[in-house]
């Protein structure tokens, strides 16, 4: 049971190159978040999937768009990125009344 | 400005008692949490409490929770080493939302 994974670990791009940020797990939950953390800042809400098939954005969506493949999988892709996406990108799933979200190791996106 | 505030930084004697505080503003937060995040890692919860209670202890973690003044806060006890990392106090999002509204987190230093 290896909870929330997420694919790369470290990526350096160049402003305007596109990428997929990948996100599995496999507790059968059926609500995705993906957050990003600043420094010295707390994680904010870019986008969340509260069910297979239904997305909505969150505090910060501009500049990304996410895709719910199916009940286990939630990306997050940057059409273009621009420096100030350089962040931590972490995901999320919950499940249960109390909502109690499990968080995947990061991954860590320098934009040049 | 924040939803949910935090002081930035806390020092104790490995041994003493630790008390991290976190001001929210959702009366209607059904649950609170804390996340526990060591460096270049992910977020782990350490615990909840539902808006209905007004303490939850859990081995070393105390949780007290004052609703009239929307005060949360963490209590370790016989702080260890292995305590330092950043503490992160959250609520549920407004409008139903079951994604998280975090604070800036609290970085617990233990002193040998």
């Known amino acids: 049971n290896a909870g929330v994974t997420q694919t790369p670990k470290f990526q350096v791009l160049k402003t305007g190159q596109s990428m997929t940020l990948q996100c599995a797990q496999d507790?059968?939950?059926?609500?995705m978040y993906w957050y990003r953390q600043d420094p010295g800042m707390g994680l904010r809400l870019i986008y969340y999937s509260a069910s297979e098939g239904t997305t909505d954005k969150g505090e910060v969506p501009n500049g990304y768009n996410v895709s719910r493949l199916n009940k286990r999988e939630f990306s997050l892709r940057l059409e273009s990125a621009a420096p100030s996406q350089t962040s931590v990108y972490f995901c999320a799933s919950s499940a249960g009344k109390e909502e109690t979200q499990y968080f995947g190791p990061g991954t860590r996106l320098l934009v040049l | 400005g924040e939803d949910v505030e935090q002081s930035l930084f806390l020092s104790v004697r490995e041994g003493d008692s630790s008390v991290i505080n976190c001001t929210y503003t959702d009366s209607s937060s059904t649950y609170l949490y804390w996340y526990k995040q060591e460096p270049g890692a992910g977020l782990q919860l350490l615990t909840y409490i539902f808006s209905n209670m007004d303490m939850k202890q859990d081995q070393r973690l105390t949780v007290l929770l004052n609703k009239k003044d929307k005060h949360l806060s963490l209590r370790i006890a016989d702080t260890q080493t292995g305590d330092s990392a950043i503490y992160f106090c959250a609520e549920s999002m407004k409008g139903g939302r079951r994604a998280l509204t975090f604070g800036s987190g609290t970085r617990l230093q233990v002193q040998p």
């Open positions: 507790m059968n939950h059926n609500s």
